[in-house]
């Protein structure tokens, strides 16, 4: 499968809270649904939203956003019809390539319970800098592990 990573226009954005619905109904990201589903997608301090496209479907999706003088990866999920192609990877490896463009030391957490992606980022180099107990995910997570980009 080719995979395009482009910047997300106005008119993917529907697009893309309908697949964050289909991720959320089988995988459980996000845990916890957001009240504005479309607002979240699209936060304030972001540098940069991208998807990842295959022919002219959206198959995923990513936000880089600024935290003091860091970038942050959010926001990154893939179609469940399209998981295992490496779409997942080409939007991480994207985000690594934007910060460095930003001079930005990048990072990023995740829950837990999010196997998959925990090993997704193990595998592409990431490394686990810590992890902080949570009480917001109920019985589906206890931890939020962070991560640091590859050097």
Known sequence: MVVLIRERSAED???CVELLRRVHERAGYPINWPAGPARWLTPESALGCWV????ERVVGHVVLTAVDDRAEVERLFVD???TRQGIGRH????CVQTA?????????EVVDNRGAAVHLYRQAGW???G?????WAGDQASE???FTAPR
């Not at 939007?91 to 994207?94: G, S, Y």
């Not at 992890?131 to 009480?135: A, K, L, M, N």
């Open 13 to 15: 954005l529907s697009v």
């Open 52 to 55: 990842a496209v295959a022919g």
């Open 80 to 82: 469940p019809a399209a």
């Open 91 to 94: 939007l991480l490896e994207h």
């Open 100 to 108: 460095a463009e930003l001079g930005r030391e990048l990072s990023l």
């Open 127 to 129: 490394l686990e800098t």
């Open 131 to 135: 992890r902080t107990q949570i009480d």
């Open 144 to 146: 939020l592990i962070r």
